[in-house]
């Protein structure tokens, strides 16, 4: 099986910046993309950034030059460093591994979720 643990959420004011983290651990052999997805209440849940096993990269809209995704493909790991931040960055963010082959296959995987919040 498969683990996404996500790390370094938290309370922030606006224009206060956070840092996230996603390990994904278990026998993995690789994992095509990986990726931060937001839900904020009573809305869907949106692609924030992604990054693919050769580091190229795709962002929202609303975090471009202010949000930073990067990954350690050695350890499994992903991270978002956000800066700028907006309450309406304000949101639960889920860490996604696309493509994840294993022993057992492969298929896609989701964090459980860490929360953030911007005061204004």
């Known amino acids: 099986q498969v683990q996404l643990v996500e790390s370094g959420g938290g309370l922030v004011q606006a224009g206060g910046s956070l840092r996230l983290s996603c390990a994904a651990s278990?026998?993995?052999?690789?994992?095509?993309?990986m990726g931060w997805y937001r839900q904020a209440p009573g809305k869907q849940r949106e692609l924030v950034a992604r990054?693919?096993?050769?580091?190229?990269?795709n962002y929202a809209d609303s975090v471009k030059g202010r949000f930073n995704i990067s990954r350690d493909n050695a350890k499994n790991t992903v991270y978002l460093q956000m800066n700028s931040l907006k309450p309406e960055d304000t949101a639960v963010y889920y860490c996604?591994?696309?493509?994840?082959?294993?022993?057992?296959?492969?298929?896609?995987?989701w964090g459980q979720g860490t929360q953030v919040t911007v005061s204004s």
């Open positions: 996604n591994s696309e493509r994840t082959t294993t022993a057992w296959g492969t298929r896609g995987y």
């Open positions: 278990g026998s993995i052999f690789s994992i095509n993309a």
């Open positions: 990054i693919t096993s050769t580091r190229n990269t």
